[in-house]
């Protein structure tokens, strides 16, 4: 029982390439999230997902999409990397009150 | 101004002193409350959660709710170094999506 992983833990992008932040969870939650986590900001909601089939933007979606995959996948699409979208991006996972996170990727945008 | 504040801290205090983590909030639809704790660079864990007013405790850590003043508080005793983590307060007004958190406390507590 792995809970929440991401992948990948660490990545370097420049400015204008893209990338997808893979999440996948095996607790059978319905309901997953995306956050970025900024010194000082706390934790931002980006998408996040409360089924299978369905998104929702959060609290700062510019820039960024994401896919619900399938009940266990959900990932988060940056199409043209900005320095602004340097951070530590934690999806997560719920069925009821509690929020499990993953172990987090940390980006740099140069 | 900020749904949730939380003081940023750093707190420092000995180990085995009593800690007081603090948040306010202006949202009065916020009924679900929730502490998570944060270890250097891992993802946040859930610590405690509370619904409406009032106060829940488990083991050295009590959780307590103002609902009139919009104030929610984490009180740990005994105090031990692997308390050492960032303190983050969460609300919510349906208990599940969407979460407020509060910037986070960084708390080191010295041996």
């Known amino acids: 029982n792995a809970g929440v992983t991401q992948t990948p833990k660490f990545q370097v992008l420049k400015t204008g390439q893209s990338m997808t932040l893979q999440c996948a969870q095996d607790?059978?939650?319905?309901?997953m999230y995306w956050y970025r986590q900024d010194p000082g900001m706390g934790l931002r909601l980006i998408y996040y997902?409360?089924?299978?089939?369905?998104?929702d933007k959060g609290e700062v979606p510019n820039g960024y999409n994401v896919s619900r995959l399938n009940k266990r996948e959900f990932s988060l699409r940056l199409e043209s990397a900005a320095p602004s979208q340097t951070s530590v991006y934690f999806c997560?996972?719920?069925?009821?009150?509690?929020?499990?996170f993953g172990p987090g990727t940390r980006l740099t945008v140069l | 101004q900020k749904e949730v504040e939380q003081d940023p801290g750093p707190l420092s205090v000995p180990e085995g002193a009593i800690v007081s983590l603090n948040c306010t909030y202006s949202?009065?639809?916020?009924?679900?409350f929730m502490w998570y704790r944060q270890y250097s660079r891992k993802g946040p864990e859930l610590l405690m959660y509370?619904?409406?007013?009032g106060n829940k405790e488990d083991g050295r850590f009590t959780a307590q709710v103002d609902k009139s003043s919009k104030y929610i508080s984490l009180f740990i005793r005994d105090s031990q170094p692997s308390d050492s983590a960032t303190y983050l307060c969460?609300?919510?007004?349906?208990?599940?999506?969407?979460?407020?958190f509060g910037t986070g406390t960084r708390l080191t507590i010295i041996p």
């Open positions: 997560a996972s719920s069925a009821l009150a509690e929020q499990f």
């Open positions: 607790m059978n939650h319905n309901s």
């Open positions: 997902s409360a089924s299978e089939g369905t998104t």
């Open positions: 949202n009065s639809a916020f009924q679900y």
């Open positions: 509370t619904y409406s007013s």
């Open positions: 969460a609300m919510s007004p349906f208990g599940n999506e969407k979460l407020t």
